[in-house]
């Protein structure tokens, strides 16, 4: 291996551009600022739809979401309408650290989202966002036990409810400094080339805290306690200063890469599009079976559905009998309802319907013939002049709070995808009012009947933005000042380079050469390689119908899933 520079990563989960731009010149993060002033800043852009899982996806991989086929946290199962979870395994493309492994890079990676189950590397590797509870989460696995004895933890001990927001903030406080402690000791313990680690309360504090920021959120409460109103500030300045100790652990013949998979924003309402399409009369609903509503109806008068079982033992610190029910339960869990809302694939008459949607942030698929199982709309003409009423119709979609439209662009999939996987990509997307309103996997349906808008149910507040950052600095980053603007995607190649490792040809992402002094290029030229597009061929260890359930209800207190 020639000689490199050590190559650090530090991703910051969700943090917006202006926030952090603003934040650096006031003075309040001064250790990205010193990163800023020794050489560049800049927007990093993320994908369509703005969302973590596709975003994450596009990182690893360096590939548009049509070639790596991750749209959303979940996908169709084969010859169904039932949605799965999408594991790491099931992601197409080689995957950044393990290019750098086959070429003999030492990497140490810790809690990317996208990366469980975890994957063989020349070092380590522990998974982040989509991992279960209590179960193995590290590559070489014994590090999980190891790791265990000293309280390290992937997810948090709860999830956001406002009766309880002050233990959260202490947790995400908690498992930031317990993040960052371990990073420092496992970078001067073990050997690395390559190492990153991920802070991803910075984008959940977004989602729940930025009416008490924004004044100008409708939800803003000037009565509000101080220290709600600073909560994303403060934790902001706790990650910078774990930001100073992993750079200077890293040491000062290192190259840092600072980055985010999106930005943040302010969110206002939810959008329920399969209402919309019910009333177009492109979706249609079945009845349910008279003893089923007779069943749902006594149990929801009970309280016992799954969405109560889960919140009463959260509030009473039993995840762990959560998660063994559910273990024991398997698909009977589906037995008992999960709220007032008809379970999405079970509910649509798929006979009868021509459209419908599911996912983030206004996705439609078309109930097409031989991709769908029940498909009912032609391919070809019939499919593109469909396609193009919906999206004639949605310029038509106001909210009748203030009249106004809400959409503001429709694509469909050709114009932002290509690959193999366009195919399951949604057919149309549509961005609504700057991303302040958006649908919701596990929200297809409204609670009453014909509503298209209401306050999220998850009680967010913030959301996503297209807008990430970039920070580079170190010996081989020339660029100062204000970044040309870059491509999530593009962070992969420009990595690989950075560690003077060949960079596959099929990646759609570009080099970020302006990063680099040309007499460095001119030295040291990129190399590329001819190599097909593969995923993983490892089968996962442990993973079952109550491991799925498990990320699932993880997913959906955490705003992902419903």
Not at 428 to 436: D, E, H, S, W
Not at 483 to 511: F, H, V
Request: include cysteine; proline fraction near 6%.
């Amino acid at each position: 291996m020639s000689s490199v520079n050590k190559l650090l990563v530090i991703g910051l989960d969700g943090a917006p551009f202006d926030l952090i731009h603003d934040w650096c010149k006031q003075g309040y993060l001064p250790n990205l600022a010193k990163l800023i002033e020794r050489g560049g800043f800049g927007v990093l852009q993320s994908t369509m739809p703005v969302h973590s899982p596709t975003a994450w996806a596009s990182f690893l991989t360096g590939l548009n979401p049509g070639q790596h086929g991750v749209f959303d946290f979940v996908r169709r199962k084969p010859e169904s309408y039932e949605l799965q979870v999408i594991r790491a395994d099931q992601i197409e493309g080689a995957s950044l650290w393990r290019l750098l492994s086959e070429q003999d890079r030492k990497v140490g990676v810790m809690n990317v989202p996208m990366t469980y189950p975890p994957e063989a590397v020349n070092g380590f590797l522990l998974s982040g966002l989509g991992t279960p509870d209590y179960v193995p989460y590290s590559y070489p696995p014994e590090m999980s036990e190891e790791l265990d004895k000293l309280g390290y933890r992937v997810n948090k001990k709860f999830f956001f409810v406002p009766e309880r927001q002050d233990e959260w903030l202490e947790d995400i406080h908690a498992i930031t400094d317990m993040r960052g402690e371990t990073a420092v000791r496992l970078m001067l313990e073990r050997p690395w080339d390559f190492f990153m680690v991920v802070f991803r309360n910075s984008d959940e504090i977004c989602h729940f805290y930025w009416h008490h920021m924004d004044e100008t959120h409708p939800a803003h409460d000037p009565e509000a306690p101080e220290r709600y109103r600073t909560a994303i500030r403060d934790l902001y300045q706790q990650i910078d200063r774990w930001v100073g100790e992993v750079v200077a652990a890293a040491g000062p013949e290192a190259n840092i890469v600072v980055m985010s998979d999106h930005g943040a924003g302010p969110l206002y309402k939810d959008v329920f599009l399969n209402e919309w399409l019910i009333e177009q009369g492109w979706l249609r609903l079945k009845e349910e079976p008279a003893a089923q509503q007779g069943w749902f109806s006594v149990v929801r008068k009970m309280g016992l559905t799954r969405e109560n079982i889960s919140n009463t033992l959260t509030r009473l610190n039993l995840h762990r009998a959560e998660v063994l029910i559910k273990k024991i339960l398997g698909d009977r869990i589906y037995v008992l309802p999960r709220d007032e809302r008809p379970e999405f694939f079970n509910a649509v008459d798929w006979s009868r319907t021509q459209a419908y949607s599911f996912g983030y942030y206004g996705q439609i698929f078309i109930n097409l013939q031989g991709r769908e199982p029940q498909g009912i709309v032609a391919a070809g003409e019939a499919y593109e002049k469909l396609r193009g009423q919906i999206a004639e119709c949605l310029r038509y979609l106001v909210d009748p709070a203030d009249g106004e439209p809400v959409v503001d662009e429709v694509y469909l999939k050709e114009d932002l995808y290509h690959g193999t996987f366009v195919e399951d990509a949604p057919d149309l997307l549509a961005t609504m009012r700057g991303f302040t309103y958006m649908t919701r996997k596990g929200y297809e349906f409204a609670a009453r009947r014909g509503e298209l808008f209401c306050e999220p149910y998850t009680r967010e507040t913030g959301s996503h933005r297209l807008e990430g950052i970039l920070i580079a600095a170190g010996p081989d980053i020339a660029a100062r000042g204000r970044l040309a603007q870059a491509e999530i995607q593009d962070l992969a190649p420009t990595l690989l380079y950075m560690q003077n490792c060949l960079i596959p040809t099929y990646m759609d992402g570009r080099l970020l050469d302006a990063l680099f002094a040309p007499e460095m290029m001119h030295e040291r030229p990129p190399q590329y390689e001819e190599r097909a597009i593969s995923g993983r061929d490892d089968a996962p260890a442990g993973w079952d119908a109550a491991a799925e359930a498990e990320i699932t209800e993880r997913l959906r207190k955490l705003g992902y899933l419903g």
